[in-house]
């Protein structure tokens, strides 16, 4: 049997490859949209992909199954659990197959049973694996999915915080408990393979480690500690960040079928140009670190940096409805591109080159300032407001006196929570955020925006915090 893990360190998402080298065929389990990895190995090892199984339908990440199935014909393997409102909309388009709990499949020799383990979705399977070609009669491993990870399990408030299903999360935790007790009878050797490490908004406290055992799990994970339902739910739903914006839409678009045209044309611009596309219906999106953008930038943009935070921050900022102007080194699109069509904002129309830009004389700037400074300077001055855009969990922590907590993504449809003659003084945690922020803030009319160096854990370690 060949097997392979692939981890997607923006999104903190794993998708798997099974193989029977006896048949060359593969099995690609959960897969992202950008499916050049599964094909590269494949045709390294000598694989054809001839099926693709979906845990359930994602909310945090484009799926690259639809792709698969139309463009490389390969057989989909996706839930048939959950009613109507929880199945895929496109499949009349594919080769497919739908999974019941207590199912069988098989990948050469590789058989993989079915289980229905509902609670972070009503859809939402796990597939035992078997390597009967290498002679086993007992299973090896469970690909989880969503359900269970390394130290924590699957959320189930999504579908009602992100998607707006009202009751969702109480129903859900009620799964999830239910799920969990089958999951305890497995035994012990068997291998957790999940869907995400520590990083993803799926869970509240993912571990780092890839995989584990139900074994351990069964000791460590905190969700398995509990035989009481009702506790259990409460400890489950209390303490969840809040989802990002973009969880909506992934979950639209991976259920109707993602986009299968991504190779869209991008026109390189003058710098005179860029005037053409200020307004609503574009964002002008500059990826250069955010100290380049501290010190220069063009008016209306915003600034989200080229690192692996750049998918999860640019789907909380950008609307579906808008198109995107990039400003970036020439050498950097195709692997900003890519970040993007991850959660599917795929219309990217035109770039300019980030030099351009950085020789200009006529450019915004904002300023940086210290603790010290913030205390020395700008306390109890009614010109100016703090903003606090960390998230409610933080915020809980220790805060600011006299701060004004607005979520960053939040941040754009709550401008008016801020008051026009007064300068905002933003921060977050550590400064990554705020500084999305700043660009925010000045791209609505803020020009006189200042970001706290250091944010909170700063403040935090020269001045006593308050928690209430």
């Given at each position: ?12 998402q ?17 897969p ?23 845990t359930?339908?994602?909310?945090d990440?484009?799926s690259?199954?639809?792709?698969l199935?139309?463009?490389?014909e390969v ?7 959950g009613g109507?409102?929880?199945s895929?909309q ?19 020799n ?17 597939f035992?694996?078997?390597d ?24 189930p408030?999504l ?5 707006g ?17 089958r ?11 999940p869907?995400?490490?520590a ?7 993912l571990?780092?480690?890839?995989s584990?055992?139900v ?8 969700a398995?500690?509990?035989d009481?339902?009702?506790s ?6 209390d ?13 639209k678009?991976?259920?109707e079928?993602?986009?299968l ?14 005037d ?11 990826t ?5 953008f ?37 050498k ?13 904002l ?8 980030a ?8 450019l ?17 001055n009614d010109?100016?407001?703090?903003v ?9 922590e ?16 709550n401008i ?12 977050c945690?550590?400064?990554k ?19 706290l ?5 700063a ?10």
């Amino acid at each position: 049997m060949f097997f392979k893990s692939f981890f997607d360190e923006n999104l903190a998402q794993m998708s798997y490859m099974v193989g029977c080298q006896r048949t060359g065929e593969a099995l690609v389990i959960d897969p992202a949209r950008d499916l050049s990895p599964y094909l590269e190995t494949a045709e390294k090892e000598g694989f054809n992909i001839t099926k693709a199984a979906e845990t359930h339908i994602h909310a945090d990440f484009l799926s690259g199954a639809r792709e698969l199935a139309n463009n490389q014909e390969v057989t989909l393997l996706v839930s048939g659990e959950g009613g109507d409102d929880w199945s895929y909309q496109y499949l009349n388009e594919t080769d497919h197959q739908l999974l019941k709990d207590n199912d069988t499949f098989y990948v050469g020799n590789i058989r993989l049973d079915v289980l229905h383990t509902p609670g972070h979705t009503p859809e939402s399977i796990s597939f035992l694996l078997t390597d009967e070609g290498g002679g086993s009669e007992v299973p090896m491993g469970i690909f989880t999915g969503d359900f269970v990870f390394v130290g924590d399990v699957g959320r189930p408030d999504l579908l009602e915080k992100a998607a707006g299903e009202a009751g969702t999360s109480q129903s859900g935790a009620k799964q999830m408990f239910e799920s969990l007790q089958r999951f305890k009878q497995l035994s012990d050797h068997i291998q957790v393979w999940p869907g995400h490490g520590a990083g993803s908004a799926c869970g509240k406290s993912l571990g780092a480690v890839p995989s584990s055992t139900v074994g351990y799990e069964r000791i460590n994970n905190w969700a398995l500690q509990y035989d009481e339902e009702s506790s259990f739910m409460d400890e489950l739903l209390d303490g969840q960040p809040e989802p990002p914006k973009y969880f909506a839409m992934m979950k639209k678009l991976n259920k109707e079928g993602p986009s299968l045209v991504k190779d869209r044309a991008i026109q390189e611009l003058s710098i005179e140009k860029i005037d053409d596309y200020r307004s609503e219906d574009y964002v002008i999106l500059d990826t250069r670190s955010k100290e380049a953008f501290k010190e220069g930038h063009l008016p209306g943009a915003i600034n989200i940096s080229y690192d692996k935070s750049l998918p999860n921050w640019a789907g909380w900022t950008i609307g579906y409805d808008q198109s995107i102007v990039l400003i970036s080194p020439l050498k950097d699109v195709s692997g900003i591109k890519k970040q993007l069509e991850s959660i599917g904002l795929d219309d990217v129309v035109a770039v300019l080159d980030a030099e351009k830009v950085e020789n200009q004389s006529d450019l915004e700037t904002y300023e940086n300032i210290t603790p010290r400074e913030l205390e020395a300077q700008y306390r109890g001055n009614d010109d100016y407001v703090i903003v606090d855009v960390r998230n409610q969990n933080e915020w809980n922590e220790g805060h600011i006196a006299g701060a004004e907590r607005i979520l960053l993504g939040e941040l754009q449809e709550n401008i008016d929570q801020i008051p026009s003659g007064k300068t905002p003084i933003v921060h977050c945690q550590s400064g990554k955020r705020s500084a999305i922020a700043a660009s925010v803030l000045q791209a609505n009319g803020f020009k006189d925006v200042l970001n706290l160096t250091g944010g909170f854990s700063a403040y935090a370690k020269e001045y006593e915090p308050v928690t209430t």
